[in-house]
């Protein structure tokens, strides 16, 4: 198994720019999520999906960030206009299901630095 | 944010020598995991814990889920360089899943 696949390692951009990050997660897990890691904050949960479906978005900062599941193998994390505060590593996990007693899988993040 | 207390947040060990973390909650919960995060990468689960009381080994890493439900430790015992990261705890009750703060383990040769 390849494992979850995040896809870009890393991106720079400008201030104002629309950032993209992807993740694929591991064939026949249903939930998949979005995490935030930052040194001041440690890992933040931004928001989770069972079954393709948004279940928990309490944690997603604000109105700028969105995120989708189009399907069972593909997920984005959107964020326009990006802010130099968002500059943080992104990552994706994904599980069998929400409550799995394995614990989640994590991709290799996504290094964001918004100049 | 942040739910669990882990300390210490950084150790500097030698070598050979063993370790100990440990996560503390003010509310329980019904798992209790142990991830470890190397640089450039993602946490990687090393133990999970399903019982009050537990006690499991993985190696050299040996684990447990406190009787209270609201903490938990884990020991890495003859310390290796390789043993460097981030270790985390994290705790689970229903779908709710959160992280510790993570401990810094550095190892000198």
């Known amino acids: 198994d390849a494992g979850v696949i995040q896809s870009p390692r890393h991106e720079v951009t400008e201030m104002g720019q629309e950032v993209t990050l992807r993740c694929k997660p591991i064939s026949g897990h249903n939930s998949l999520f979005w995490y935030r890691q930052t040194m001041m904050r440690g890992l933040e949960l931004l928001i989770y999906?069972?079954?393709?479906?948004?279940?928990?978005d309490s944690g997603m900062p604000e109105d700028r960030f969105s995120a989708k599941m189009p399907n069972a193998s593909f997920s984005t994390l959107k964020i326009q206009p990006s802010e130099p505060r968002d500059s943080a590593v992104y990552f994706c996990?994904?599980?069998?299901?929400?409550?799995?007693?394995?614990?989640?899988?994590f991709g290799s993040g996504t290094r964001l630095t918004v100049v | 944010g942040q739910q669990l207390n882990q300390s210490p947040q950084s150790m500097f060990i030698q070598e050979g020598e063993d370790v100990s973390m440990n996560c503390t909650s003010s509310?329980?919960?019904?798992?209790w995991l142990w991830y470890k995060q190397e640089p450039g990468e993602g946490p990687v689960l090393l133990i999970a814990?399903?019982?009050?009381?537990e006690l499991t080994s993985n190696g050299r890493l040996t684990a447990q889920f406190g009787i209270t439900r609201k903490d938990s430790f884990l020991n890495i015992s003859a310390s290796i360089p390789s043993d460097v990261g981030i270790y985390f705890c994290a705790g689970q009750l229903n779908n709710d899943m959160r992280f510790g703060a993570g401990t810094r383990l550095t190892v000198k040769p």
């Open positions: 509310s329980i919960f019904n798992t």
């Open positions: 999906f069972n079954n393709n479906v948004p279940i928990d």
């Open positions: 996990a994904s599980s069998l299901v929400p409550r799995s007693p394995k614990g989640y899988t």
């Open positions: 814990l399903y019982k009050a009381g």
